[in-house]
């Protein structure tokens, strides 16, 4: 696998639509082989009873995520905050949307600024085929407060080449989807 570089980047952007919504930022003047992502929503556990069960003779596991409260949501000429607190667990989605084709594997890193900060953003791969928003995992594994900007970067998106083929996301989570708030057969 070899990295796509940014002038590639910026080309499937503007010709196939690989990511919407990004900042003027991102498409006049990015950094490296990403593109930076921005905090779009911030949501908050309300109440528990997740649970993922492991596949069995009936087909494939149930699942149950939890129950989320959304603390703040990036709109566009506002300048809203959101104070993340010690030792709190929040779920986090971008602005942007990616629309990953079949030959393009998304990864997700976090930006600098956040774990300076106590912030551990969890991450993870995409698989071809995914479309929609981000969901992410956030912490604040610092003793304080830290304040958020809906807006701001959170994290860089780099896209490796696939070799050989790959099979399409069709999963649940297709579009951003923040919960699992009933119980469903996992796919």
């Given at each position: 696998m070899s990295?796509?570089?940014?002038n590639?980047?910026?080309?499937?952007?503007?010709?196939?639509?690989?990511?919407t919504?990004?900042?003027?930022?991102?498409?006049?003047?990015?950094?490296?082989?990403g593109l930076?992502?921005?905090?779009?929503?911030?949501?908050?556990?309300?109440?528990?009873?997740a649970f993922?069960?492991?596949?069995?003779?009936e087909?494939?596991?149930?699942r149950?995520?939890?129950?989320?409260?959304?603390?703040?949501?990036?709109?566009?000429?506002?300048?809203d905050w959101?104070?993340?607190?010690?030792?709190?667990?929040?779920?986090?989605?971008?602005?942007?949307?990616?629309?990953?084709?079949?030959d393009l594997?998304?990864?997700?890193?976090?930006?600098?600024?956040?774990?300076?900060?106590?912030?551990?953003?969890?991450?993870?791969?995409?698989?071809?085929?995914?479309?929609?928003?981000?969901?992410?995992?956030?912490?604040?594994?610092?003793d304080?407060?830290?304040?958020?900007?809906?807006?701001?970067?959170?994290?860089?998106?780099?896209?490796f080449?696939?070799?050989?083929?790959?099979?399409?996301?069709?999963?649940q989570?297709?579009?951003?989807?923040?919960?699992?708030?009933?119980?469903e057969?996992?796919?």
């Amino acid at each position: 696998m070899s990295v796509l570089g940014i002038n590639d980047v910026l080309r499937r952007v503007r010709d196939e639509r690989l990511i919407t919504d990004l900042s003027p930022r991102e498409l006049d003047n990015p950094e490296g082989v990403g593109l930076d992502l921005r905090l779009g929503q911030v949501h908050t556990i309300a109440s528990g009873g997740a649970f993922i069960e492991a596949d069995g003779e009936e087909g494939l596991g149930m699942r149950k995520g939890v129950q989320t409260k959304q603390l703040g949501e990036w709109r566009e000429g506002t300048s809203d905050w959101v104070d993340i607190d010690p030792g709190h667990y929040y779920l986090v989605r971008t602005i942007e949307s990616i629309n990953t084709p079949m030959d393009l594997m998304p990864m997700i890193y976090t930006r600098g600024s956040l774990f300076k900060a106590g912030l551990l953003l969890l991450t993870n791969k995409g698989d071809p085929g995914y479309c929609g928003p981000l969901v992410f995992g956030l912490k604040n594994l610092s003793d304080f407060p830290v304040r958020l900007q809906l807006g701001a970067r959170i994290c860089n998106i780099v896209f490796f080449k696939i070799e050989g083929s790959a099979t399409t996301y069709r999963g649940q989570h297709q579009g951003g989807r923040v919960a699992i708030r009933k119980q469903e057969r996992q796919v």
